[in-house]
């Protein structure tokens, strides 16, 4: 999932200062799994907005809508006509989400609620672990379902730095060696022959390094 935690009060505050009508558009599929933007974030945000606006003297109306995925034109256009009772939109979705609606509603300022951080897994309840850094190779193959390129510091494909200490990242003490973890997950699986094949230097062309990506699936186009 896209893994983000919503931006501060104060933060939000500024961004939405110039607008008297705000409409805070929440999405329901990974930011409502991170605790970040869903329909009861929306709730607990609009609340706190209206409070401390109130106590600041400022008069502001605040609408809330929650769309099941803001990065679908199908979803978001249940929100239109939310959109146009109001000056702006603060999608507390990941950016995906935010350009989706800015790029639907253009004629309306659609500010962002959220820091998207990264792609993850929810390891255990409200801890989320970055695991994946889209780079567009995949090579899990390899390395035994643990990717070195976004859980070890220095990215390295050909075995540890041996700086690890207690089975902890020397950059990060409080991160597992992701090379300890992927030669454990070798052993585990009998296939520490794996250790053996050279992995040559990544081509980044096929990550962001490259420039932004699109994905087009003739099979599903109509
Ligand atoms: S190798 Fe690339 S695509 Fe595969 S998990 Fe790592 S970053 Fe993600
Ligand atoms: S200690 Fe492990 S995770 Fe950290 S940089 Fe070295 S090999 Fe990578």
């Known amino acids: 999932m896209i893994v983000g935690e919503q931006k501060s009060i104060s933060e939000i505050k500024t961004i939405i200062a110039p607008y008297k009508k705000i409409l805070i558009m929440g999405c329901g599929t990974c930011v409502k799994t991170c605790f970040a933007g869903g329909e009861d974030e929306v709730a ?3 609340s706190a907005l209206r409070l401390a606006c109130k ?6 109306d605040i609408e809330e809508f929650t769309v099941e995925r803001q990065c679908e034109d199908e979803f978001i256009q249940e929100g239109a006509p939310a959109v146009s009772r109001n000056e702006g939109v603060l999608s507390l979705a990941c950016g995906a989400g935010v350009q989706a609606l800015a ?3 253009v004629k309306t300022p659609v500010l ?3 820091n998207t951080t990264f792609i993850g897994v929810l390891e ?11 780079c ?3 090579k899990l193959a390899i390395f035994g379902g643990i990717c070195p390129v976004t859980r070890c510091a220095k990215k390295l494909l050909n075995g540890p730095c041996g ?5 902890k990242c020397e950059v990060n003490p409080e991160t597992d060696c992701a090379w300890q973890m992927i030669i454990e997950r070798l052993r585990i699986l009998g296939q520490m022959e794996n250790l053996r094949v050279y992995v040559p230097p990544k081509n980044w062309q096929t990550s962001l390094s490259g420039g ?6 003739e099979d599903h186009m109509i």
């Open 212 to 217: 932004p990506r699109k994905m087009v699936r």
């Open 44 to 46: 607990v945000l609009a």
């Open 55 to 60: 106590k600041d003297g400022k008069d502001i």
């Open 136 to 138: 567009g190779d995949c």
């Open 124 to 134: 255990k309840q409200g801890v989320f672990t970055e695991e994946c850094a889209g």
């Open 103 to 105: 790029r639907r509603f």
């Open 112 to 114: 962002p609620g959220v």
């Open 163 to 167: 700086g690890s200490q207690n089975g």
